[in-house]
């Protein structure tokens, strides 16, 4: 007779589900898909080949003003973002999906259009950038300020679905509780919100920097593409391509090793998060 624990083992339900093989390869011609061109490219780069393009001047300012803008982008959409993550965390209302639609508008909007978007509204006669410029002599269009500004309009989004999701997993009751205690709203936010949201935050600011780390369309017609003042990395291997491949491969492979190591960073401390007790 077959005890209940063995039709346990061998029913095909005990692993959860019953085509869990026939899932595993079936999704191989996608993970293929993706993995063979990034493979591809980094076996035509070599050792020697990344070294010397390293010592290539155009390379080198590409690389520093995207290590430069980057981080500021980001830290801009964190600083602005936060407070759109937590309202659009909150109860749903006409406003909330008016909003959220907006955040979203970046990710699918072309990238000449957005670019154009920032442009008339920040360029010399563009709807704010005219009065900046004729009042207080600013400029903003092609700098390295219009650079910054293309990278955190595309990759806003990428912070903001997610710290609204990390918002959104926090116990009501438990900040009922801690407004009981006496706790004011940025104590709310910095001891109970911030402590159990950290995974979608962190995952939030490292997405959003690697957008910020690949943009190329917005910026190539709101900032130029001006070697050593608004050339940032994805420019200059769209130059590359042209004038140097080797330029192109060089910063593609180090773009990609930035990015992976971003990303496995994060990962690891979302399953170093998960397996607290």
């Not at 050792?47 to 995207?66: C, F, K, S, W, Y």
């Not at 192109?248 to 007790?277: D, E, N, Q």
Request: hydrophobic content about 50%; overall charge positive.
């Amino acid at each position: 007779m077959i005890s209940s624990k063995s039709l346990r083992l061998t029913s095909p339900l005990a692993s959860g589900d019953p085509f869990h093989g026939l899932w595993r390869y079936l999704s191989m011609p996608l993970l293929a898909f993706v993995t063979v061109p990034i493979v591809a490219l980094l076996f035509q780069v070599q050792p020697g080949q990344l070294v010397a393009g390293l010592h290539d001047e155009d390379v080198r300012q590409a690389i520093g003003l995207t290590l430069f803008t980057t981080p500021i982008s980001t830290a801009l959409c964190v600083l602005l973002g936060t407070p759109v993550a937590q309202m659009l965390s909150r109860k749903r209302r006409t406003i909330h999906y008016v909003a959220d639609t907006i955040v979203d508008l970046p990710t699918i909007l072309p990238p000449s259009v957005a670019g154009l978007a920032l442009l008339l509204a920040f360029g010399r006669h563009g709807l704010l950038g005219s009065p900046l410029f004729s009042v207080l002599g600013i400029r903003i269009a092609f700098t390295q300020v219009a650079v910054i500004l293309a990278q955190a309009f595309v990759s806003a989004p990428f912070y903001i679905k997610s710290a609204s999701i990390g918002f959104a997993t926090v116990n009501r009751q438990l900040k009922e509780a801690a407004c009981l205690d006496g706790a004011g709203p940025w104590e709310l936010f910095g001891y109970v919100t911030v402590p159990i949201a950290w995974p979608a935050i962190v995952s939030g600011v490292v997405m959003c920097w690697c957008r910020a780390l690949g943009e190329f369309g917005a910026t190539i017609i709101f900032a130029g593409n001006y070697p050593g003042r608004t050339q940032t990395m994805p420019l200059a291997i769209y130059l590359g391509f042209e004038l140097n491949l080797n330029t192109a491969l060089t910063l593609s492979a180090i773009l990609i090793g930035f990015s992976f190591a971003a990303l496995v960073v994060v990962k690891m401390l979302l399953s170093l998060h998960a397996a607290r007790p």
